[in-house]
């Protein structure tokens, strides 16, 4: 009798919880913000949010239910990523928004690009990276493409400029060349040119530089206000909505720093339940890719894993000072809906692919 195919339930249940939480916590960090300062409903913020999650859940069951060697495939996989370099071009045809261009006006609202790219990257990757070939050298030609595709994508959105985002791709298309045994001098090469990327994004900009000397110095506003709420949170918190730190003390309490106010309202213990939620997430990502039926399977779920957990201690590491301060939002958790609902189609790939594993 044929194995039944079943979805990754615990995958699937921490994800469920995670969303909401977030959307919970999204209302209760940026209503006095959407109130007094944008003039706006204090439940606006919070709104948008749930209309990207149920738009996420339902890409997140599309893509966990879509035919796995059709997602894999060359076609589907760089047609996607094409697309992702078109939406990434087209905002430096419109407008700055907040001297930037990281984001793509629509009659109905806007869009972030770069986080499409968090799931079309490793998508793409996945699939030139996990092609076995009976010629070893068809196969060692596989690491250059993946090389090419990577630094397009990280240039697209290095430029916007958003400097966090294009590390963050970076690091997770370093990940996946060592896990698919991509030769040391290469793998060198790649960690030189992050550092590059890195060192002359910082030296690119004051701001940047101040934030720097002001990590190595000892630290900033932001963090400095991200400490005072983690530490009044106590061990239990302050308790849902009482967030004091929120009121105007702390900068983008709602996206960048809603690691804070979770400490501060949920307390220690909270904010560590919150941290295992999204630890098991991860977690689940990289047993998918060791249950995987295909290399390029595995390295598609791993690559979705390795991106989330890198997001994930970036921004908890900028709200405790282990971080220079840099916008980055917690992933299923913090306003944004265009973050979410990639990050909610991605983990319905990796659904996918621990469906059809063993």
């Known amino acids: 009798m044929p194995k039944r195919k079943q979805l990754d339930r615990p995958l699937l249940l921490a994800t469920l919880v995670a969303a ?5 916590l999204v209302f209760s960090a940026s209503a006095p913000l959407a109130r007094d300062y944008y003039g706006l409903p204090p439940w606006d913020f919070a709104n948008r949010q749930l209309m990207a999650w149920i738009l996420g859940m339902v890409l997140m069951l599309a893509a966990a239910f879509a035919p796995l060697e059709r997602v894999l495939s060359r076609w589907f996989a760089f047609t996607a990523l094409a697309v992702t370099w078109i939406l990434l071009v087209i905002p430096y045809f419109q407008p700055a928004v907040a001297g930037t261009h990281r984001w793509l006006r ?41 090389l090419g595709i990577a630094t397009v994508t990280a240039a697209l959105v290095f430029f916007e400029p958003d400097l966090g985002t294009a590390i963050l791709l970076l690091g997770t298309v370093f990940a996946l060349l060592v896990v698919a045994e991509t030769p040391p001098l290469v793998l060198a090469g790649v960690g030189l040119g992050g550092l ?12 940047r530089i101040s934030r720097v000397v002001g990590f190595f110095s000892g630290t900033t506003y932001q963090v400095q206000q991200a400490l005072i709420a983690l530490g009044s949170g106590g061990a239990l918190g302050r308790g849902p909505g009482a967030s004091v730190q929120k009121l105007f003390f702390l900068p983008q309490p709602h996206t ?12 220690f213990v909270g904010a560590l339940l919150l941290l295992g939620l999204l630890g098991l997430v991860a977690g689940r990502c990289f047993i998918a890719a060791q249950r995987a039926p295909s290399r390029a399977a595995g390295l598609l779920a791993c690559g ?8 994930v201690l970036f921004h908890v590491g900028v709200c405790l000072g282990l971080a220079p301060a840099k916008g980055m939002p917690l992933p299923l958790i913090s306003s944004g809906g265009s973050d979410l609902v990639a990050h909610l189609t991605a983990l319905g790939l990796v659904l996918n692919v621990a469906k059809e594993g063993s």
């Open 20 to 24: 909401p939480v977030g959307i919970a």
């Open 106 to 146: 629509l009659p109905m609202g806007s869009l972030q690009p770069s986080s499409l790219a968090k799931v079309t990257l490793p998508l793409a990757l996945a699939v030139v990276l996990g092609a076995r070939s009976a010629h070893a050298a068809a196969e060692q030609r596989s690491w250059p493409t993946a």
């Open 196 to 207: 590059f990327v890195a060192t002359a994004g910082v030296l690119a900009e004051p701001y």
């Open 256 to 267: 960048d720093f809603i690691f804070a106010i979770a400490g501060e309202e949920l307390g």
């Open 304 to 311: 979705v894993g390795t991106q989330l957990a890198l997001q």
